[in-house]
């Protein structure tokens, strides 16, 4: 290991890899730590959808845009396959009302760049033979893919390596050493300090604490997820599939009210994994089998052939949530050299390749793609009221 590396990045999670392999490609010295090992965190417990079409349309549709463009020019160019595919994605609605905002959402995101072909009932059941027979039809988005996580996340850390990053695990960070001037020094680790000109904080949902232990402030809470794994079938989704309501269920409060929306998708190892739940229950991360059993129940609403299916087994997971609902990207005004990569909730995977291009620009102050700013720590800051 080099005694001082440029940056430290925390965290060996989906971002905290696309992080430290845009720093490793730009040229800087990298050091990943993590305390347990690679994708450990929630981007070893969640799926792996590349989707446009659900993205808030301001600050997260053009991190979107531009995350879906390097996972497919990543998909080609690093050695190791991480199950990348473009198979594009069908939502679905269950009412008219839902089919007629379904196809306004279409129309809106075609003037962003994100086709989306509308599908009546026929349209939809070619798309999807195993539909329910009462759904009004729904719109496909070619541009969406899907990948395998865990593989996707170690293919970015050993190309990073490849490039010269050094990869610590085990290694937990105590603290964050700031100087008088608020700057970051370097790392406390339980094997001792580790000095680094920059500090990336790329803890997913321990981010929080882990500032806060160094007097900074990122409000991101953890969300909780559940997915049913399917054994292998011969019943095979070709898309992805979600539900319109998708997108309200994320948008929704940040509570502890479960909420339960419909996404199926097929696997490369021919397994399907359903989803989705979202419920604010702390860093608890125990399936409740009831909550699997609603999950299940409603994806064989809309594909009733799911009825006969069988469970393989059921994960939780955490995702990193905002309460502005979008990631915190960049450095904070009061220690200019401690950046945070987190807060993507339920598309870290996604974006995770946008956000690194970020990071590194930020680092080595090339111009970003999109505007820093629109992701800053500070936008969280407690306002100080003038005494009078
Ligand atoms: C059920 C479910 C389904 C999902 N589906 C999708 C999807 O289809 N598409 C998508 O884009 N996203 C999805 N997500 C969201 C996605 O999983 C997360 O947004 C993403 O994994 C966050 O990655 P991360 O690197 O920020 O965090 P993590 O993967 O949690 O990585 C953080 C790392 O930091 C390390 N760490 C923490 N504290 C310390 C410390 N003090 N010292 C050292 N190391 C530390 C941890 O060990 C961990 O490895 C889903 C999430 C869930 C729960």
Not at 5 to 21: E, F, H, I, K, L
Not at 206 to 229: A, N, S, Y
């Amino acid at each position: 290991m080099s005694s001082s590396p440029d940056v430290v990045v925390v965290g060996a999670g989906v971002v905290g890899a696309a992080c430290a392999y845009h720093l490793a490609a730009a040229g800087v010295r990298v050091r990943i730590l993590d305390r347990a090992y690679v994708a450990s965190g929630s981007s070893g417990a969640c799926e792996g959808n590349v989707l446009a079409w659900d993205k808030e349309l301001e600050r997260e549709l053009p991190l979107a845009l531009r995350s879906a463009e390097l996972w497919q020019s990543l998909a080609e160019r690093l050695p190791d396959d991480f199950e990348y595919d473009r198979k594009g994605s069908v939502v679905v609605a269950e009412t008219e009302a839902e089919m007629i905002a379904s196809a306004e959402r279409a129309q809106v995101l075609a003037g962003l760049g994100v086709h989306g072909e509308v599908l009546d009932a026929d349209g939809l059941r070619r798309e999807e033979p195993h539909s329910a027979h009462d759904l009004p039809g729904g719109v496909l988005y070619t541009g969406d893919a899907q990948l395998e996580p865990r593989l996707a996340t170690a293919a970015l850390v050993r190309a990073a390596v490849a490039l010269g990053a050094e990869l610590q695990l085990d290694t937990e960070i105590r603290r964050i050493v700031r100087d008088p001037s608020g700057r970051a020094t370097g790392v406390e680790t339980a094997n001792g300090f580790v000095p680094a000109g920059a500090v990336v904080i790329a803890a997913g949902v321990w981010t929080r604490q882990l500032l806060q232990d160094c007097g900074l402030h990122v409000p991101v809470e953890p969300r909780k997820g559940q997915i049913v794994v399917l054994e292998r079938s011969p019943v095979v989704f070709r898309r992805k599939l979600s539900e319109a309501g998708y997108v309200a269920a994320v948008e929704g409060g940040n509570d502890a009210a479960l909420a339960i929306a419909m996404v199926v998708e097929s696997t490369g190892s021919g397994t399907a994994l359903l989803g989705s739940s979202r419920q604010q229950v702390g860093f608890d991360r125990e399936v409740d089998i009831s909550v699997a059993g609603a999950i299940a129940a409603r994806a064989a609403r809309f594909f009733p052939i799911l009825r006969e299916a069988r469970a393989l087994r059921v994960y939780a997971g955490l995702r990193p949530l905002t309460p502005d609902h979008i990631p915190i990207i960049g450095p904070f005004a009061e220690a200019s050299n401690i950046c945070v990569a987190t807060g993507h909730e339920g598309a870290g995977i996604g974006l995770a390749p946008a956000t690194g291009e970020l990071v590194a620009d930020w680092y080595t102050g090339s111009g970003t793609q999109v505007p820093l700013s629109w992701y800053s720590p500070d936008r969280f800051a407690p306002v100080e009221l003038a005494a009078t």
